[in-house]
């Protein structure tokens, strides 16, 4: 039975809700979002490297908190997304609809409400 969309968490205009399996899922532009364990409440841990391979989920210029959504200034000056505190990511080797970066290294989960 999928879960009653009357029940959905708030979410900022980058973010989008998709039911998969039952259950809510957030992307953006069509990416399943993840969080790093490594990361601190509001802050980053995955730069350079790390961040080609896993995306931030940057905000637009007009992007205001909701819900538990949450907006923090990464090293390079960018504001990224935070869901319960925790910054937010893509895999950049996701294709559309894909949750591969689910487990990676045991450090990388896709986000839920």
């Known amino acids: 039975m999928p879960p009653?969309?009357?029940t959905a968490p708030q979410m900022p205009e980058d973010v989008s809700l998709f039911?998969?399996?039952g259950k809510f899922v957030f992307r953006s532009n069509d990416?399943?979002?993840?969080?790093?364990?490594r990361d601190g409440v509001g802050r980053s841990n995955c730069n350079g490297e790390c961040?080609?391979?896993?995306p931030p989920v940057?905000?637009?210029s007009k992007a205001r908190p909701i819900g538990d959504?949450?907006?923090f200034t990464r090293a390079?000056?960018?504001k990224q997304w935070a869901y319960k505190g925790k910054p937010?990511?893509?895999f950049s080797q996701d294709q559309v609809g894909e949750n591969n970066g689910d487990g990676v290294d045991g450090v990388w989960h896709i986000v839920k409400p």
């Open 58 to 60: 940057v905000a637009s």
């Open 51 to 54: 961040a080609r391979m896993w």
């Open 4 to 6: 009653d969309l009357s």
């Open 19 to 21: 039911v998969e399996d």
């Open 76 to 78: 390079d000056s960018s």
């Open 88 to 90: 937010v990511y893509t």
């Open 69 to 71: 959504w949450t907006l």
């Open 31 to 37: 990416a399943t979002i993840y969080t790093y364990d």
